[in-house]
């Protein structure tokens, strides 16, 4: 591999906050390093239309703290065609870079991993989603903060939910996974959850339900991914309605606002040493893998692994939401 001068850094896939703090990180580490670093906007479409610019230090001053992204992100369907790709590394030699920084998800590794295995480009991935569904990395950068947007959200709903007495169906993001709902559940003391990982017959809801009536639960929070099977939120309090006439039953859908907001002490940290590895690792030659953590350490994942295995779903956890509703 020729010596590296010039990296480029892009955001891709869904947004999450933090994902500043680590282009800020990328940046400054490499201009420490002795590189330049070079921002590409809207994700790989950026490299296809050629919107590449340096960035210097000052461009990434008071970024730590704000949501999204600065750089844009897309989900690019063309890079994902030999063409585009082809259009792709054209521009990337056009503007000298000989490295490139991505941080997205698993989809967007996807493509670094295509990327890398047809063009001499080494790609080192950041793990960058509030879904926290990327094999290999005990976090991800958004993770945390989109936790805190919900435990936040569903405070404020119990309280409604206790003075009328009434069942809530919350609906949290995680299309393919069920990692916000479970962590956010157990930490604001909700009642059930719903993943996609684990199918829930809707027989033992109404069980459970059953019990905490029994009991006189003033208010039940049940949270659903956004990718339970059964069909979402509004189906499943359908479903329970049927059978609880007497109880009055609320459906929430929390949405986009998870995305947003400036990101957690966690998020800033992480995002920021994982930045500061994802340099180190070009340095050391490392050429398709993604920079996380596991067991507080940053290590390195090779691309081919982090897509492929599913990351599991932790089922001390889901035993914790049963124990703790006793
Ligand atoms: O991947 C992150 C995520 O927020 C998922 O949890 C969610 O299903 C999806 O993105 C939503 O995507 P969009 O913003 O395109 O609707």
New binding site residues.
Partial sequence: MGKITNIGILTS??D?PGMNAAIRAVVRAGIYHGFKVFGIRHGYNGMIYNQIKELKSHDVANTIQRGGTFLKTA?SKEFMTPEGMEIAYNNLKLNKIDALVIIG?DGSFRGALEFSNKYDIPCIGIPG???NDIFGTDDTIGYDTAINTVIEAVDKIRDTASSHERLFFIEV???DAGF?ALRAGIACGAEAILIPEVETPIETLKEHLENGFKRKKSSNIILVA??EKAGGAFEIAKAVEKDFKDYSVRVTVLG?I??GGSPSAYDRFLASRLGVAAVEALMEDQRSIMVGTQNQQVVYVPFSKSVKAHKPIDPKLLELIEILNV
């Fill in positions: 896939g869904g999450s989900r998800g989603t509030i879904d993001m995680g299309r916000i956004e990718g986009h998870q995305r």
